[in-house]
């Protein structure tokens, strides 16, 4: 009988995940079909009819969504493969942690799915959805692995590869799982480890690369962004011209109108006022002048270095939501796609509704905060020596975390949809983290409170920034 009752616990604990994983499933088909379209996901689905890419989105994806057209026009066919992606992903983790003996753990994983704006996020047709879907598969296959088991090793960093080259800093999200995939005996040593760690590196960097020039993307330029936002950036934050020479009387006055720390799009062409200083006019001034923008850039960093690194570290707290006195007033959430020449829409829901209200609702209190996720992992990061080494939470924390910093040299935009890899693995990592604990793990109350100290911290100044003045 003592035996029996464990057993039984565990079938239906399992029997439980498997039915909140499937009704979870279920409601986001019934709430977000066919998918929500916003402008990004427009306009890669018009390269993937035409079979002609561009590199300002990654045409991995056109590409991908040009063969999957035979099942469905629309955003309908790319929707279906996030929601496989990441409900098969939770399945597989919460399987491993049932085969490891931690039914807990296998409840706790399942319920990490429903975090609310993530549960938005993979309802919306973006690469950031398809690739946290990708990633949740291949931690997921890296937990079902036994340790003479290549070809789930191998499938998972497939999976990883294939991320990849969805984002351009997705290699930092990558690193730690493509190098869990690889056999104990790589990683035993110090230097095979390091050699393996700088191996996976070099992968992940070509991968995006590698895919573009075997589609023939057309280059976009789109790696000016990041230049154009930093020179805007160090202008504003030292007030100095940064800018190459431009036709322009004063472009330190001009610039002081257009920064903005949310985001760079005041210098795009989408807006509706967009700056004088625009992406057109220094690309322009760049190749008139005959000078290597990347260059230029670099040279004004170290010119600037104070100015930039404040320009970088205002825009990381704008987006991560940190010391903001208003959510509301950046980026939030789409219900609805965006208008296209297509005429796909999703019809009225109720249900859709109402799980947007309480995603918006969730953007003003902590668990809606990237900020908050990113201080919960790097407070965890001591305790995830209470789990089993075969645990795929291990390097998922590692991998949110990393792809969160990625963000803060990189960054462009306030997104929230930026953060969704890093709210779920780090929602996965600590929720194992707690069973572990729960379960008798031994670690000292000393341990456990300085471990959550960080979250604390930044809880109570998020909170504060919030608060009326």
Same mark, same amino acid.
């Given at each position: 009988?003592?035996?029996?009752?464990?057993?039984?616990?565990?079938?239906?604990?399992?029997?439980?995940?498997?039915?909140?994983?499937?009704?979870?499933?279920?409601?986001? =088909?019934?709430?977000?079909? !066919?998918?929500?379209?916003?402008?990004?996901?427009?306009?890669?689905?018009?390269? %993937?009819?035409?079979?002609?890419? *561009?590199?300002?989105?990654?045409?991995?994806?056109?590409?991908?969504?040009?063969?999957?057209?035979?099942?469905?026009?629309? +955003?309908?066919?790319?929707?279906?493969?996030?929601?496989?992606?990441?409900?098969?992903?939770?399945? =597989?983790? @919460?399987?491993?942690?049932?085969?490891?003996?931690?039914?807990?753990?296998?409840?706790?994983?399942?319920?990490?799915?429903?975090?609310?704006?993530?549960?938005? &996020?993979?309802?919306?047709?973006?690469?950031?959805?398809?690739?946290?879907?990708?990633?949740?598969?291949?931690?997921?296959?890296?937990?079902?692995?036994?340790?003479? *088991?290549?070809?789930?090793?191998?499938?998972?960093?497939?999976?990883?590869?294939?991320?990849?080259?969805?984002?351009?800093?997705?290699?930092?999200?990558?690193?730690?799982?493509?190098?869990?995939? =690889? +056999?104990?005996?790589?990683?035993?040593?110090?230097?095979?480890?390091?050699?393996?760690?700088?191996?996976?590196?070099? &992968? $992940?960097?070509?991968?995006? !690369?590698?895919?573009?020039?075997?589609?023939?993307?057309?280059?976009?330029?789109?790696?000016?962004?990041?230049?154009?936002?930093?020179?805007?950036?160090?202008?504003?934050?030292?007030?100095?011209? @940064?800018?190459?020479?431009?036709?322009?009387? *004063?472009?330190? %006055?001009?610039?002081?109108?257009?920064?903005?720390?949310?985001?760079?799009?005041?210098?795009?062409?989408?807006?509706?006022?967009?700056?004088?200083?625009?992406?057109?006019?220094?690309?322009?001034?760049?190749?008139?002048?005959?000078?290597? +923008?990347?260059?230029?850039? $670099?040279?004004?960093?170290?010119?600037?270095?104070?100015?930039?690194?404040?320009?970088?570290?205002?825009?990381?707290?704008?987006?991560?939501?940190?010391?903001?006195?208003?959510?509301?007033?950046?980026?939030?959430?789409?219900?609805?796609?965006?208008?296209?020449?297509?005429?796909?829409? =999703?019809?009225?829901?109720?249900?859709?509704?109402?799980?947007?209200?309480?995603?918006?609702?969730?953007?003003?209190?902590?668990?809606?905060?990237?900020?908050?996720?990113?201080?919960?992992?790097?407070?965890?990061?001591?305790?995830?020596?209470?789990?089993?080494?075969?645990?795929?939470?291990?390097?998922?924390?590692?991998?949110?975390?990393?792809?969160?910093?990625?963000?803060?040299?990189?960054?462009?935009?306030?997104?929230?949809?930026?953060?969704?890899?890093?709210?779920?693995?780090?929602?996965?990592?600590?929720?194992?983290?707690?069973? %572990?604990?729960?379960?008798?793990?031994?670690?000292?109350?000393?341990?456990?409170?300085?471990?959550?100290?960080?979250?604390?911290?930044?809880?109570?100044?998020?909170?504060?920034?919030? $608060?009326?003045?």
């Amino acid at each position: 009988m003592t035996r029996l009752a464990p057993a039984l616990s565990g079938r239906r604990t399992a029997a439980a995940t498997g039915l909140l994983l499937i009704a979870g499933m279920a409601v986001q =088909l019934a709430a977000f079909w !066919p998918g929500i379209m916003v402008w990004d996901a427009i306009r890669q689905y018009g390269q %993937a009819l035409s079979g002609r890419y *561009d590199d300002w989105h990654p045409p991995a994806m056109s590409w991908l969504w040009r063969q999957l057209m035979p099942l469905g026009a629309g +955003p309908a066919p790319m929707l279906l493969l996030q929601l496989l992606l990441y409900w098969t992903g939770f399945a =597989l983790l @919460a399987a491993a942690a049932l085969r490891r003996g931690q039914p807990h753990t296998a409840l706790a994983t399942g319920l990490c799915a429903f975090l609310p704006i993530p549960f938005v &996020l993979v309802g919306t047709v973006l690469k950031d959805s398809l690739m946290a879907g990708a990633l949740l598969c291949a931690a997921g296959l890296i937990g079902m692995r036994r340790q003479d *088991d290549r070809w789930l090793g191998c499938a998972a960093a497939a999976l990883i590869m294939a991320a990849a080259t969805l984002r351009f800093n997705a290699v930092a999200a990558c690193l730690p799982l493509l190098v869990a995939t =690889l +056999p104990a005996s790589w990683k035993n040593r110090p230097r095979r480890l390091a050699a393996s760690v700088a191996a996976c590196f070099a &992968l $992940l960097a070509l991968a995006m !690369p590698a895919a573009n020039r075997l589609l023939r993307a057309e280059p976009s330029g789109v790696q000016l962004s990041l230049v154009i936002y930093d020179l805007g950036g160090i202008g504003r934050m030292s007030d100095a011209d @940064a800018f190459p020479p431009l036709p322009l009387a *004063d472009p330190i %006055a001009v610039n002081r109108g257009c920064y903005d720390p949310v985001s760079w799009d005041s210098y795009s062409w989408w807006v509706e006022r967009p700056c004088p200083v625009g992406f057109a006019m220094l690309r322009s001034a760049f190749a008139a002048h005959g000078l290597s +923008p990347y260059r230029w850039w $670099l040279a004004q960093i170290l010119v600037h270095p104070f100015a930039y690194v404040t320009h970088r570290l205002v825009h990381f707290d704008r987006n991560t939501h940190f010391l903001v006195d208003d959510d509301g007033a950046l980026p939030g959430l789409s219900l609805r796609s965006d208008p296209n020449d297509w005429g796909f829409r =999703l019809s009225p829901s109720r249900l859709r509704d109402t799980i947007g209200a309480i995603a918006a609702w969730s953007g003003h209190v902590p668990i809606g905060w990237p900020i908050w996720w990113i201080a919960l992992g790097l407070g965890c990061l001591p305790l995830l020596r209470v789990l089993d080494r075969e645990d795929p939470a291990r390097p998922m924390m590692h991998s949110a975390l990393l792809y969160a910093f990625s963000y803060l040299p990189l960054s462009v935009a306030s997104e929230i949809r930026y953060h969704l890899w890093t709210m779920t693995g780090t929602a996965i990592a600590v929720a194992s983290v707690l069973c %572990a604990l729960a379960s008798g793990a031994p670690l000292s109350r000393r341990r456990l409170a300085a471990a959550f100290l960080s979250v604390t911290v930044v809880t109570l100044l998020c909170v504060g920034a919030r $608060l009326p003045s």
